[in-house]
């Protein structure tokens, strides 16, 4: 039997197609099997990587290797991001997308605080309120999803938002920090260094419910839907005692 000229043209376009067919099913085998494990997921900027620490390190003992991929956005990105395929699991406060087959699990619910240089006067302060904080520079982070709310509930007492500076993403925001150029509103579970303190600002009523998003009637991976578990069961209350 021989190849005629059509498929002696053929055979390099048909063998790689049984290969990525055998990898692929190969790929399937080891993930049952427990090999190799992956995981998408989008976080949106003001989530810290810190939540999903624990959890990772458990599911690492029931796979052989595994493959992360964290992609990072603004709450509309990450919605981007699981609409189109390219992660399996979200995480953000709010995502503000009117997308129908978004699945949404509240974890957990936590305030803002101050955040400052340990320089500063402020920080050895045992209680601050507005009016302590209303003439100092306010670093902004326009990344956090709920960055205007915050500014609002400031202005509604007199801070002046629009007099700060305007920060893109959390390590200039903790390097401005540190040199004493300003002060800033964080999240409780923010990890921050051991050169800046928090403080709680009496009459700064600021809260955020931070949310795991899935994408309804698709399949995921094994690891994500371990993930996706380990995260809907976790005693988050305990959590965030230890952050505090």
């Known amino acids: 039997m021989q190849l005629t000229e059509l498929g002696q043209r053929m055979l390099p376009l048909l063998q790689q197609c049984y290969e990525a067919a055998s990898g692929a099913r190969s790929l399937a085998d080891?993930?049952?099997?427990?090999?190799?494990?992956?995981?998408?997921?989008?976080?949106?900027?003001?989530?810290?990587?810190?939540?999903?620490?624990?959890?990772?390190?458990?599911?690492?003992?029931?796979?052989?290797?595994?493959?992360?991929?964290?992609?990072?956005?603004?709450?509309r990105q990450v919605g981007e991001y699981l609409k189109n395929g390219e992660a399996e699991?979200?995480?953000?406060?709010?995502?503000?997308?009117?997308?129908?087959?978004?699945?949404?699990?509240?974890?957990?619910t936590e305030g803002f605080e101050l955040a400052l240089s340990e320089r500063h006067p402020l920080a050895s302060r045992s209680n601050i309120g507005i009016d302590d904080i209303r003439s100092l520079p306010f670093l902004s982070r326009r990344y956090c999803e709920h960055a205007e709310r915050i500014a609002h509930s400031l202005r509604e007492h007199g801070f002046d938002t629009e007099g700060g500076h305007e920060v893109s993403s959390e390590r200039d925001l903790i390097e401005l920090l540190e040199a004493d150029l300003g002060v800033?509103?964080?999240?409780?579970?923010?990890?921050?260094?051991?050169?800046?303190?928090?403080?709680?600002?009496?009459?700064?009523?600021?809260?955020?419910?931070?949310?795991?998003?899935?994408?309804?009637?698709?399949?995921?991976?094994?690891?994500?839907?371990a993930v996706m578990r380990m995260l809907r069961g976790a005693d988050w209350q305990q959590f965030l005692e230890r952050a505090r």
Do not use: C
Not at 89 to 100: C, N, P, R, V
């Open 184 to 225: 800033a509103v964080l999240p409780h579970t923010a990890t921050i260094p051991d050169t800046l303190r928090r403080q709680t600002v009496e009459g700064l009523d600021a809260r955020r419910t931070v949310h795991l998003y899935g994408v309804a009637g698709r399949e995921r991976t094994a690891v994500a839907s």
């Open 89 to 108: 699991l979200g995480i953000a406060a709010e995502l503000g997308s009117d997308w129908d087959r978004l699945d949404v699990w509240p974890l957990f």
């Open 30 to 75: 080891s993930l049952k099997s427990g090999d190799v494990g992956t995981l998408r997921m989008a976080l949106t900027h003001s989530i810290d990587l810190s939540l999903l620490i624990p959890y990772l390190d458990q599911i690492k003992r029931q796979f052989n290797r595994l493959e992360f991929r964290f992609l990072r956005g603004d709450s």
